[in-house]
């Protein structure tokens, strides 16, 4: 596979080719801003999440890249998946970068109402990227054309990968003093004091 042949969108490799220019933007840029901005977020440098997000969302767009070189890049399915992948790739980015820029924690942080819309989106993109990337697994497991051992190995790279990020879902959940403090911030908010209590977000 020529990896510097830019297909057309129609190809599956396209959207691929796409998620990696942008992480490769997106790595370029938070490169200097991690190491001269030593602002913290969480007790964590603020520009690392965004950082380790791009460069592993990067490596996976390189690692499906050489997947697709087994598939049938004609076909009309596979280019919808990966164009799916890739957008909720890129929202999932978008969305992790803005919060940074808020000043705001992006993941597990439900301290206000912007605050937790904003996890939800997260939330929703990376669990419809989970299922089309299980979707890639289908269609691995159901090719003829290959060697039967390369598609045991894919198939089990990619169970691999989708259980890893099947954990991070159930670490969504908040946690019980999280659930009482959002109590407390909806019975107070017509208090005559007009202070509101902020829930601390959840480490990751």
Not at 14 to 28: D, G, V
Not at 65 to 90: A, E, G, V, Y
């Amino acid at each position: 596979m020529r990896i510097l042949n830019f297909p057309p969108l129609s190809d599956p490799r396209s959207a691929n080719y796409w998620n990696l220019i942008f992480m490769f933007i997106f790595t370029c840029i938070l490169i200097p801003l991690n190491l001269f901005d030593q602002s913290l977020i969480s007790g964590a440098p603020k520009w690392i999440k965004p950082l380790k997000f791009s460069m592993s969302i990067g490596l996976y767009s390189i690692t499906f890249l050489w997947i697709l070189q087994f598939m049938n890049l004609k076909d009309k399915w596979l280019t919808r998946i990966s164009w799916t992948i890739t957008i909720t790739l890129i929202i999932e980015m978008i969305a992790i970068f803005g919060q940074v820029v808020r000043g705001e924690a992006s993941h597990f942080n439900i301290s206000s109402p912007l605050n937790g819309f904003i996890f939800s989106i997260m939330g929703t993109s990376i669990g419809i990227m989970w299922f089309a990337h299980l979707s890639v697994g289908i269609y691995i497991f159901r090719l003829k054309k290959i060697n039967s051992y390369l598609r045991e190995s894919l198939l089990w790279g990619i169970c691999i990968s989708a259980y890893g990020m099947i954990i991070g879902f159930f670490m969504t959940v908040p946690r019980p003093e999280q659930i009482e403090l959002m109590q407390q911030e909806f019975f107070n908010e017509g208090s005559s004091s007009g202070k509101k209590k902020k829930v601390p977000p959840k480490q990751s």
